[in-house]
């Protein structure tokens, strides 16, 4: 019996290693099978996988979404943003909340201007409004009935005498903040722009067939000087930080080879021309100075100009496509941020080089604001989204 038994086992032993031979030939021709089947796939799926993209040069902080609007954004000194859209102001606060919103009525808002305890001063076409620090209106100043004329855009200053100097219609107007109107003075058919210091207030107004002038007057409204010029089409006043020089960015009505548009830098207290710089380009933006001292803008929708502020010598000139026209704005770090119709540029202060271009939806149709930590930059799109961007590192 074992002998027959032994023989059995065996054969049923020889039977397993059969049927495991099979199904190991089986799975491997099944193997063979998918691998012929899958491989032609994955080399097509390598071969047309996207290449993977460059990281970003900058960090978008947040965004918001606050309406489409032609003003920049406004950093208040308290790091807050003000967004000026419609008849509409936004307060955000650096991290991009909401703090509330504010409609005005009375024609367009201007840039605003800020009170120590938290109160906005917001000019307006035929208005001046206080906004309270939680958003709601407090006192207003309107204009004097049958007010003729046209104010180029809505704008007001603080200035000598701690009072408000505000444009609407084609006059000036001193206003005592909370209280009344102390003086006004009508020059010409329209008012250009207004600006102010410690010491004066500087007003342009223009008169038909009469050209522009630039005046300096002091709290009482004496004229200590003035500079007449053709009949402007546009005029942009920046103050030196040390109020001493006055810069101020001349676009004629009709450019000839006497009358250019041109950045002119005057001496505050004298009215003493400092320095011209003539472009041949017919269209100029505001200029932005820069906290290395050097003026920045854009002419003729095309060139990103650098000028030395304290000598008017060009620093560069760097040609790019399809600028929105709005100035341009400068960073610590020594990058300045070029607004595009459809892109944003970043070019490098010290070597006048583009670093960086990319698209934004829209474009970017006003000037960018930097934030107090100087890094920060906020603009805001063609479609309305206010975004605060950040490069990642220094050119």
Not at 14 to 29: A, D, E, G, N, P
Request: net charge positive.
């Amino acid at each position: 019996k074992s002998g027959c038994g032994g023989v059995k086992v065996a054969e049923r032993m020889s039977s397993i290693w059969v049927k495991q031979r099979s199904l190991r030939m089986f799975v491997m021709r099944v193997l063979r099978l998918v691998t012929a089947i899958l491989c032609p796939a994955f080399v097509l799926a390598a071969a047309f996988a996207p290449a993977a993209q460059a990281a970003r040069p900058y960090k978008i902080l947040w965004q918001h979404v606050g309406g489409k609007t032609a003003l920049p954004p406004v950093v208040s000194p308290w790091g807050d943003i003000f967004l000026l859209g419609g008849n509409a102001v936004q307060r955000l606060d650096p991290n991009g909340r909401l703090l509330w919103s504010f409609n005005v009525s009375g024609g367009r808002p201007g840039r605003p201007l800020f009170f120590t305890d938290g109160s906005v001063f917001l000019p307006t076409d035929r208005a001046l409004y206080e906004i309270k620090p939680y958003g709601r209106q407090g006192w207003s100043f309107g204009v004097l009935a049958g007010e003729q004329g046209k104010t180029a855009v809505p704008a007001a200053a603080r200035g000598p005498g701690d009072l408000f100097y505000v444009l609407m219609g084609r006059s000036l107007y001193a206003v005592a903040p909370r209280q009344n109107m102390i003086w006004y003075v009508t020059e010409g058919d329209a008012a250009l722009a207004v600006d102010a210091d410690r010491h004066r207030v500087y007003l342009v107004h223009t008169a038909r067939d009469a050209g522009s002038t630039l005046l300096a007057l002091d709290a009482r409204a004496n004229v200590l000087w003035r500079m007449g010029f053709a009949e402007l089409n546009r005029i942009y006043l920046n103050l030196s930080a040390d109020g001493k020089v006055l810069y101020a960015v001349v676009v004629p009505g009709k450019t000839d080879e006497r009358n250019r548009a041109a950045v002119y830098a005057l001496d505050t207290a004298t009215g003493t021309r400092l320095w011209r710089h003539s472009f041949p380009q017919q269209e100029l933006s505001d200029a932005h100075l820069g906290p290395d001292g050097v003026l920045y803008l854009v002419a003729g929708k095309r060139y990103l100009y650098a000028l030395d502020a304290a000598t008017g010598e060009e620093k560069f000139s760097l040609p790019l496509l399809d600028l929105s026209g709005a100035a341009p704005a400068a960073d610590r770090r020594g990058i300045v941020y070029v607004p595009g119709k459809e892109r944003l540029y970043a070019v490098s202060s010290r070597t006048g080089r583009l670093l960086w271009e990319d698209r934004f939806d829209g474009g970017i149709p006003a000037s960018p604001a930097i934030a107090h930590d100087g890094l920060t930059v906020y603009f805001v799109s063609g479609k309305g989204v206010l975004c605060a961007l950040r490069a990642e590192e220094a050119p």
